[in-house]
């Protein structure tokens, strides 16, 4: 373990350790563009200068930290260097950061502001290329933006390998372009470059100009569309800055959706099906609850729905595989003695959808299968008949994908899902549920791993939560009449 | 003058193999692959002192002695024949001209450096070269010089052309690799060095044309014989590309350490009798010397390092008095603007700025501050760039801002140039 001293304080980098990556595990962070943790290094921004005593400056991402290296980040001689690579960087750049969606996180314009902060010393033209090229259908590129750092190159190329980005012509004349091939308009990954770009040359064609970035917050939550459950944030509109007049479903929308780094083996990269969970989240909802398709309020139909287990003799029960490990356990514990429970695979593989590959997508797309299956082992068929060999006279599913057709003859049914369906109208009980964005949990996914989601937004008055549900199900929790 | 490739003289069929045979070609490769160990090789190239011929004169021994013998990986070795330095084109009298000398040289720095596949890497824009090596290597097959079991030895090796695309960048050695791995030929940051990760990340030796095929003559005469010529710092001879305002333009072989003034009467003097304005020794990536400053010296590497330039790639281009010097800098910032791989911020947006402003001055819009800011981009470039082009164009353009600044100062203030109508050298008769 080499031991370095940078800026006066002494570290032990790691073997191997560039200057950068030894400096950056103890909280030294020495300002970088191309630079990516989880990327080659392609030394190609200049950005990371620092001084080294005895060797002059070098660019901290290739310099092998050696034992005894002293290593300085903000020498007067670092500091007029780095002043320099901003200035170039920025020589052609449109600087439109006033229609920018990067604006307020973009490293370019963080680190004018705190290495240079000079207006531009060139009065010469500047080199103009392609504003909104699309990419794919998914992004659309801004030429004059792309500080050509390749860093979304080289995703492409190490991470998804689609090998999708290149980069065309030469010199001042480089252009970021995708490759004719189609490959990067079909990589299922393609949205991660959205990040790892440090700029505004990237934007996503679903949030382009839907929000300043800072009017909104991250939520911390875990994407539901397949059993990785990979950690995200969700990003909505802060409540300081709530819009009341203008349009307020907009303070209910999820409006991007990023990776969330967690240190996980696998990298800070999530699909493209995690990038679109707002249009998932955002399927029409159930809102009201019914008794045969009758509208009734929450608490008559969870009366009803209590008399119906009450009065029934063999309990069948479907739990959600999306549900919370949370809404898992109170089920068990309020309702687990009387049912016979079997564990529903509430979504399937969508035509078009990459089914698995050897990445990070899974074939199951439930975030919850595991833990369901862990506290519910009942393998079989379900609705034939329970093990006891009676067929059921009571169905209890709760999830997506309730199929009214396949309930035994003469059974009752009591429907418990968040988004509309045709089918709930035949359900004996109907009780709409809260969504994931609507409560806080923890899925544990396929490796066993256990992650929280937290609430974005609050639960409709309508719906009801299902742990605070299955409470008031539980035997004894009425009180009589 | 001693001569130590340009031995011969050239004929119709001087290049074939034949030819060279029966100058002795080939019998210094048998002799290596009977009687010789591969470290002894080296050790006499080592011994010999020989730099590199494509600019930047490091000692080829050095270069090879950081390849490990028998470490279980395959290496490689390439030459470098994209001569892209303005001003030069030695490599391709070679090429045209010897290609065996080449090929025999290769072959035998191969058995040195355990290489059983060889690259030449060849200037897009060469045909008559390419022509010329692609018939000298299947000469060199047919007759078991090359390929498997080479002269019946157990020593197997191929040399194969790899032929560039026009890009002046992928002649630096660590873009050329790149380039034949069949990538985009950017420049790749050291460390690792290439001897140690190079073509495919195995150890590769990148050398010139010329530097290579100094290797037949320095195994077969020993580096003794190869150090009696030259300087003791500068051992050998080197092929010189004059051109430029010369009587005579053309290469010409000299002993390291010959004097400039007799090299530019062996090319006929100056055209037209004109005086000597300035000379840029060494491709116009090393800096300019004024005529008086040049006419006193020897040319050998420490020499000309001692008058602040370099030998460089040996192309020497000659400026007659008269010659207008923003011009000239227009061209050659509007070479490295073009050649800019762009990979690193410096150059790429370094040399189109520098390129815009000598535009402008030329275009009668230049203002005095110009040429402080030009001189501030190319220290912008100074050390921070993955490759040399960067520095290079910064040195040329400090280099002659150094010496010409009142042209660009008259150029500026009067918006148009201190030759004007003196400019076009008449064609000597
Ligand atoms: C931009 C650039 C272009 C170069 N072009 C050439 C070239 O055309 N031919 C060459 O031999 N070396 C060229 N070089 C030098 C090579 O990088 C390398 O140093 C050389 O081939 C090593 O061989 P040597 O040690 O035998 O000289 C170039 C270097 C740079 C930075
Ligand atoms: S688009 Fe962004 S990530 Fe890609 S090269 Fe340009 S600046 Fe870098
Ligand atoms: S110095 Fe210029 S040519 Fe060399 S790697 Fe950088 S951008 Fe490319």
């Known amino acids: ?122 009065g010469e033209r500047k080199v103009r290329a392609t504003k909104f090229h699309a990419l794919s259908d998914r992004i659309v590129l801004d030429n004059e933006r792309c500080i050509l750092c390749s860093r979304c190159v080289r995703f492409t190329h190490e991470v998804s390998k689609s090998h999708g980005l290149g980069i065309l012509h030469r010199g001042d004349g480089s252009l970021l372009r995708e490759t004719g091939d189609g490959a990067f308009a079909r990589d299922p990954y393609s949205d991660n470059v959205l990040d790892v770009c440090p700029v505004g040359a990237l934007l996503s064609r679903s949030s382009l100009y839907r929000a ?99 009065s029934s003799k063999t309990r069948i029960a479907l739990v959600s595989s999306w549900a919370s490990n949370e809404e898992l356990a109170a089920f068990k514990d309020a309702l687990g003695e009387r049912f016979t429970t079997f564990v529903k695979e509430d979504h399937r593989p969508l035509p078009g959808e990459t089914i698995e590959d050897d990445f990070l997508i899974r074939a199951d797309k439930n975030p919850n299968a595991t833990a369901a299956a862990a506290l519910f082992p009942v393998r079989g068929k379900p609705m034939s008949a329970a093990p006891s060999g ?92 | 003058m001693t001569k130590l490739i340009m031995t011969f003289p050239v004929t119709e069929t001087s290049h074939t193999l034949a030819s060279y045979r029966s100058r002795g070609g080939y019998a210094t490769l048998e002799r290596v692959v009977r009687e010789m160990r591969p470290e002894d090789v080296t050790r006499e190239v080592t011994a010999a002192g020989v730099q590199g011929r494509g600019g930047a004169a490091f000692p080829a021994g050095r270069k090879w002695s950081v390849i490990k013998l028998n470490d279980g990986q395959p290496h490689y070795l390439c030459a470098n024949a994209d001569e892209g330095e303005p001003g030069t084109f030695k490599d391709r009298w070679i090429l045209e001209n010897a290609p065996h000398l080449l090929l025999e040289s290769m072959l035998i720095a191969a058995y040195a450096l355990q290489v059983r596949h060889a690259f030449v890497y060849m200037r897009g824009e060469f045909d008559l070269p390419y022509r010329r090596l692609a018939s000298a290597i299947d000469e060199a097959t047919a007759a078991g010089l090359m390929g498997e079991r080479i002269l019946g030895s157990a020593f197997d090796c191929d040399v194969l052309i790899y032929r560039g695309a026009g890009s002046y960048v992928c002649g630096e050695a660590s873009a050329l690799l790149t380039s034949i791995e069949g990538k985009r030929g950017y420049p790749r940051n050291r460390p690792p060095r290439l001897t140690v990760r190079g073509l495919y990340q195995r150890p590769t030796v990148v050398n010139n044309v010329e530097t290579l095929s100094n290797i037949t003559g320095i ?86 390092a001692a008058a602040g330039s370099s030998l460089g790639s040996g192309g020497m281009i000659v400026i007659a008095e008269g010659t207008c010097m923003v011009r000239l800098l227009q061209v050659m910032l509007r070479f490295y603007h073009h050649e800019s791989c762009g990979q690193c911020t410096p150059c790429r947006e370094g040399m189109g700025w520098l390129h815009r402003i000598i535009d402008r001055i030329v275009a009668g819009e230049g203002r005095p501050e110009d040429i402080d800011r030009l001189y501030r981009i190319s220290a912008a470039n100074d050390g921070t760039t993955i490759c040399g082009l960067g520095d290079a164009a910064g040195y040329a353009t400090s280099g002659i801002l150094n010496k010409f600044r009142p042209e660009f100062e008259y150029w500026i203030e009067h918006k148009r140039s201190r030759f004007d109508g003196n400019l076009v050298c008449r064609a000597s008769s």
């Open chain 2, 219 to 304: 195994v077969r005469d020993g580096a003794a014989a190869f150090r009696a010529v030259g300087t003791a710092d500068s051992p050998g001879t080197r092929l010189v590309s004059v051109s430029g305002h010369v009587n005579r333009p053309g290469v010409h072989e000299i002993d390291l350490g010959y004097a400039f003034e007799r090299l530019l009467d062996d090319c006929g003097g100056v055209l037209d009798g004109r005086a000597l304005k300035a000379v840029i020794p060494g491709g116009i990536s090393s800096k300019v010397l004024t005529g008086d400053e040049i006419m006193p010296l020897a040319l050998d590497h420490e020499s000309l």
């Open chain 1, 212 to 310: 300043r970035v800072w009017y909104l917050q991250p939520t911390r939550s875990v994407c539901p569309g397949c059993a990785r459950g990979c950690p995200v944030d969700l990003w909505h509109r802060k409540p300081e800055w709530r819009l009341n007049a203008l349009d307020p479903a907009k303070n209910r929308a999820i409006v991007r959706v990023t990776p969330r780094d967690d240190g996980r083996p696998e990298g800070p990269w999530i699909c493209n099906k995690g990038r679109d969970l707002a249009a998932l989240f955002e399927r029409p909802r159930a809102m009201q609850a019914m008794l045969h398709g009758r509208a009734v309020p929450l608490d008559v139909a969870i009366d009803a729905a209590a008399d119906l287990i009450d």
């Open chain 1, 1 to 122: 373990m080499p031991r370095i001293v940078v800026d006066g304080r002494a570290i032990d980098a790691a073997g191997g350790q560039s200057v950068i990556e030894a400096a950056r595990a103890h909280g030294i962070d020495i300002p970088h563009f191309c630079w990516h943790p989880s990327l080659s290094v392609a030394g190609s921004c200049r950005v990371c200068v620092v001084e080294v005593e005895g060797r002059g400056l070098d660019i901290a991402c290739n310099l092998p930290a050696t034992e005894g290296m002293q290593v300085f980040t903000d020498s007067p001689a670092v500091r007029e260097r780095r002043r320099e690579m901003l200035e170039l960087t920025l020589l052609n750049h449109p600087v439109d950061c006033g229609i920018c969606d990067k604006a307020g996180e973009c490293t370019l314009q963080d680190y004018h502001y705190a290495h240079n902060g000079a207006a531009s010393a060139s």
């Open chain 1, 390 to 481: 009676q067929p059921p006279d009571l169905v209890l599913a709760w999830g997506e994908g309730f199929d009214a057709r396949g309930l035994p003859d003469g059974a009752r049914a009591i429907v418990l899902d968040a988004y509309g369906h045709a089918d709930h109208a035949r359900a004996d009980v109907f009780i709409p549920l809260s969504i994931q964005t609507e409560r806080a949990g923890h899925y544990t996914n396929f490796q066993g791993v256990v992650r929280a989601f937290d609430a974005c937004f609050d639960k409709p008055a309508s719906v009801a939560d299902a742990q605070e549900l299955f409470a008031a199900l539980a035997v004894g929790a009425r009180v009589p009449a």
